[in-house]
């Protein structure tokens, strides 16, 4: 009995279990490891980057033609439900069609508008500081009011402006080179860019995937807001630079303003950078509006310049507070002067292509500053983040809205008038288009029947 109880008491010794989980063959590295070789890889980065500019621009160039192009393929391989590949091929070849038949059309054009343009300007400088003088120290009355215009210093400005453009009207038979070049290395970037699009096969996270084990989440939301900065910055800024250029080309033709075709191209491409990208227009507009003689439409060359920088300053007005808030959508909000702070820093670094990415890449800088100060801080990262909001409308754009209202109002009911004219001439042929939709409707259901009586006559016979 002792026995038993005994052997009861006494619990056997546990064996240790097997432990399959064997030691990694290589250790993980400390925090001190990590930095440094962070550190080293960063630096080693930027020192690439530095040493090898122009192929990095090359490279970063190709990715942005593959953003844009991308939703295009993608339409393409949706309906015409063809492969990727064969997809990609058919947008890029087009827009090389495209891009080739404008060089050729309109690029001979634009270089003669630049060298003429320089040219002129130089040649012309005595009538451009006539006109100014003309306005210097005057004094204008509105109503009851009087305004005084500031005392302008011509000898100056004819000076500046001679010893900036002579040097640029001499060497102006030199761009012929500089186009080539430029054309050469758009090429290369251009096929670059042809094979990072096709080899996407159509998920366009593979441009960028990154993905670290337990932040997932975090890297999801951090790639979805920086699709929609570039979405916004690039497609929209692109969309927006391309809709100006084509309507400061359509406006300025039709006031015979000189030399329109490079004044458009350097008023749309200047919208990259805020406010001054606008002036730079403006004053293009008033040098080409005041070198213009005789006046178009009989007007004084006062009026001109009136005329075509008030019709510029409300094209401007309509895409920023128009077409602008359409395309930011709910991207992150920044600054205007940032912006522009980020667009000369980047245009000193990078030339045209840092003033292209210095907003998208500011935004996407605060983003990621941004998560990283609150997780440092415990915080949660994406709470208390600013949004886009839409600026207040001018009160010349309200009353416009206001005008074009009362102008639908008023042709609602004459357009009521005409829409049921065309409806009662168009009747008998709609009529007649039914029946005959009909009848061909009747013979396509009557022809299987026949043709399935005729198989059962043959069967029974």
């Not at 391309?242 to 039709?254: E, M, R």
């Not at 001054?276 to 213009?292: E, H, R, S, V």
Request: glycine share 8%; aromatic share 10%; hydrophobic share 50%.
């Amino acid at each position: 009995m002792t026995e038993n109880i005994n052997q009861i008491q006494t619990p056997e010794p546990i064996e240790p279990e097997p432990n399959n989980k064997r030691s990694p063959d290589s250790p993980r590295w400390g925090w001190a490891t990590k930095l440094v070789v962070g550190l080293l890889l960063i630096v080693g980065l930027l020192a690439l980057i530095v040493r090898f500019d122009e192929y990095f621009k090359l490279v970063i160039t190709a990715f942005i033609i593959s953003f844009l192009l991308h939703p295009l393929c993608r339409l393409i391989n949706k309906r015409l439900k063809i492969s990727w590949r064969i997809a990609t091929a058919i947008v890029y070849f087009l827009i090389a069609g495209l891009v080739l038949w404008l060089i050729t059309s309109a690029g001979s054009t634009i270089i003669t508008q630049v060298q003429n343009l320089f040219a002129n300007i130089t040649q012309n400088v005595g009538g451009l500081t006539a006109f100014l003088e003309t306005w210097s120290n005057r004094i204008i009355a509105i109503g009851p009011f009087n305004f005084a215009l500031p005392n302008l210093d011509t000898d100056i400005i004819s000076q500046t402006i001679t010893d900036y453009l002579q040097p640029a009207a001499t060497q102006a038979g030199k761009l012929v080179g500089l186009v080539g070049g430029f054309l050469f290395n758009l090429v290369i970037t251009y096929m670059v860019s042809f094979f990072i699009t096709s080899e996407t096969n159509g998920v366009q996270n593979r441009l960028f995937n990154i993905t670290v084990k337990g932040f997932e989440k975090d890297f999801r939301r951090i790639g979805m807001e920086i699709s929609k900065i570039f979405n916004a910055f690039i497609r929209g800024e692109f969309t927006v630079v391309a809709i100006a250029i084509i309507v400061y080309i359509i406006c300025l033709g039709i006031l015979g303003l000189p030399y329109f075709l490079v004044l458009a191209l350097i008023a749309g491409l200047g919208r990259f950078i805020p406010y001054i990208g606008a002036w730079i227009g403006w004053i293009g507009f008033i040098i080409g509006a005041i070198l213009q003689d005789p006046t178009p439409y009989g007007l004084t060359k006062l009026m001109y310049v009136v005329l075509v920088m008030s019709i510029a300053m409300v094209i401007d007005m309509v895409l920023d507070h128009v077409l602008t808030p359409k395309l930011m959508g709910d991207t992150l909000e920044v600054h205007p002067a940032a912006i522009m702070i980020s667009a000369l820093i980047g245009g000193q670094i990078f030339g045209l292509l840092g003033i292209i990415l210095a907003a998208p890449t500011f935004a996407t800088l605060k983003l990621l500053f941004g998560y990283a100060t609150k997780k440092l801080f415990d915080q949660d990262p994406w709470e208390g983040m600013s949004y886009y909001r839409k600026p207040k409308e001018p009160a010349l754009l309200v009353a416009l809205r206001k005008l074009i209202k009362k102008f639908r109002a008023w042709l609602k009911k004459p357009l009521g008038v005409v829409n049921k004219w065309l409806k009662k001439i168009t009747a008998p042929l709609n009529a007649r288009i039914k029946q005959t939709a009909t009848k061909v409707r009747e013979q396509a259901v009557k022809k299987p029947k026949k043709k399935s009586q005729e198989a059962k006559n043959k069967k029974i016979k």
